[in-house]
């Protein structure tokens, strides 16, 4: 699992963007995730590669942050 902050999230586009540990950008979909995500929250996350690039997939709060 990978740690990161999200940066950026439009509820309107179901999508957002964490920023990882090395300072790189990974989109997501809020399909990906069963928690109720908001901007700067702390998160465990895996990558996949889709159709468009790298993904942010299995989002989970991090609690102990």
Do not use: C, W
């Not at 999200?6 to 964490?18: H, N, Q």
């Not at 929250?41 to 993904?55: N, P, Q, R, S």
Request: glycine share 4%; aromatic share 10%; net charge negative.
């Amino acid at each position: 699992m990978r740690l990161g902050k999200i940066i950026f999230l439009d509820e309107t586009e179901a999508r957002g963007i964490i920023e990882d540990e090395n300072e790189q950008e990974i989109p997501f979909l809020l399909d990906n995730s069963e928690e109720r995500l908001s901007m700067a929250d702390h998160v465990y996350f895996e990558i996949t590669l889709a159709k468009y690039g790298l993904t942010a997939i299995n989002i989970r709060l991090n609690t102990t942050y």
